[in-house]
T-cell receptor, first 113, second 111 residues
Framework: KAGVTQTPRYLIKTRGQQVTLSCSPI?????VSWYQQTPGQGLQFLFE???????NKGNFPGRFSGRQFSNSRSEMNVSTLELGDSALYLC????????????FGPGTRLTVT | GQQVMQIPQYQHVQEGEDFTTYCNSS?????IQWYKQRPGGHPVFLIQ?????EVKKQKRLTFQFGEAKKNSSLHITATQTTDVGTYFC???????????FGQGTTLQVKP
């Protein structure tokens, strides 16, 4: 079974721009979560989607948003990029509807200049 | 807000020595999960503990969940160079997919 895939793998953007990241979960997984990983803050939860509904949201500003499609694929969007948004963005999918073990994708490395 | 603290932040051991990382939550958890991230890689699921006082083993790895479901530990016996990486605990609360990750313990193993 193919793993979680994320596109693009690397991205360089300028302050003020917006960015959209994509995640395809493992086939059959309906729950998709997004995390931000930085050296200083570690792994921080962004949001979780299940059946196209946002079920949980972390403590991030409204510039961070996401959505899930009927095929469970998910996208996250960051508007008005700031330098501090530079991070590894990880998507994880789960086979159960109540967030049991999560399978992470390789991540998208976003650099904001 | 809910926090999960993990110690130590770094651990350097000689190959063959044991290693332990500890995780403490500010609130009672419904489950705790452990992940390993190799340098340049992504977190890989190791195990989930759900029951109070639960102990699980995977070869040389032993995982424990505290009686109060607020703390956990991972112990590796006789470390090998393949154990190198960062080990994260992640706490779940209620019926939710939201995980609160500890800061991780980075393990270096000297051959």
């Amino acid at each position: 079974k193919a793993g979680v895939t994320q596109t693009p793998r690397y991205l360089i953007k300028t302050r003020g721009q917006q960015v959209t990241l994509s995640c395809s979960p493992i086939s059959g997984h309906r729950s998709v979560s997004w995390y931000q990983q930085t050296p200083g803050q570690g792994l921080q939860f962004l949001f979780e989607y299940f059946s196209e509904t946002q079920r949980n949201k972390g403590n991030f500003p409204g510039r961070f948003s996401g959505r899930q499609f009927s095929n469970s694929r998910s996208e996250m969007n960051v508007s008005t990029l700031e330098l501090g948004d530079s991070a590894l963005y990880l998507c994880a999918s789960s086979p159960r509807d109540r967030g049991y073990e999560q399978y992470f994708g390789p991540g998208t490395r976003l650099t904001v200049t | 807000g809910q926090q999960v603290m993990q110690i130590p932040q770094y651990q350097h051991v000689q190959e063959g020595e044991d290693f332990t990382t500890y995780c403490n939550s500010s609130t009672t958890l419904s489950n705790i999960q452990w992940y390993k991230q190799r340098p340049g890689g992504h977190p890989v699921f190791l195990i989930q503990l759900v029951k109070s006082g639960e102990v699980k083993k995977q070869k040389r790895l032993t995982f424990q969940f505290g009686e109060a479901k607020k703390n956990s530990s991972l112990h590796i016996t006789a470390t090998q160079t393949t154990d190198v990486g960062t080990y994260f605990c992640a706490g779940g609360t209620g019926n939710t997919g939201k995980l609160i990750f500890g800061q991780g313990t980075t393990l270096q193993v000297k051959p």
